[in-house]
């Protein structure tokens, strides 16, 4: 089941908007699910900039190394260094302690082309 308060991208990432206006990125249940056990994931550094559906970052399973894609543009201002420590966190709870980076948004407009949980649903459904 995939949280109603986030946003969703085809990619297969999702999008929190905090309170202050930032955004927590991460990869959704079913690509975590796809990917396998996660043993590496690579982030950008914090101040680095990332653009809407551009790559960002990679994460490594015991299947494939696989991109991950930026929901959002916008600066990075935090990354999830636990994550790096422990990358079976992307599987164990994509939807929390697997968050990947935050990002203040560059651009709130982008949000409004992402999908909500209803429509992503409907697009796993497809697949």
Same mark, same amino acid.
């Not at 299947?63 to 929901?71: G, L, M, N, Q």
């Not at 935090?78 to 968050?99: C, D, H, Q, Y």
């Given at each position: 089941m995939n949280p109603k308060d986030l946003k969703y991208s085809k990619e297969h990432e999702w999008v929190r908007i905090e309170k202050d206006g930032t955004t927590t990125i991460g990869i959704t249940a079913f690509a975590a699910d796809q990917l396998g056990d996660v043993v590496y994931v690579d982030l950008? %550094?914090?101040?680095?900039? #990332?653009?809407?559906?551009?790559?960002?970052?990679?994460?490594?399973? #015991?299947?494939?190394?696989?991109? &991950?894609?930026?929901?959002?543009?916008?600066?990075?201002?935090?990354?999830? %260094?636990? &994550?790096?420590?422990?990358?079976?966190? #992307?599987?164990?709870?994509?939807?929390?302690?697997?968050?990947? #980076?935050k990002v203040k948004l560059a651009n709130k407009g982008e949000l409004d082309t992402l999908l909500t949980s209803d429509q992503y649903d409907k697009f796993l459904a497809a697949q």
């Open positions: 950008p %550094e914090v101040g680095s900039t #990332v653009q809407q559906f551009a790559k960002f970052g990679e994460v490594e399973s #015991v299947k494939a190394v696989s991109d &991950i894609y930026s929901p959002v543009s916008g600066t990075v201002t935090a990354r999830n %260094e636990a &994550i790096v420590k422990t990358p079976e966190s #992307v599987n164990s709870a994509p939807f929390e302690g697997g968050w990947l #980076v």
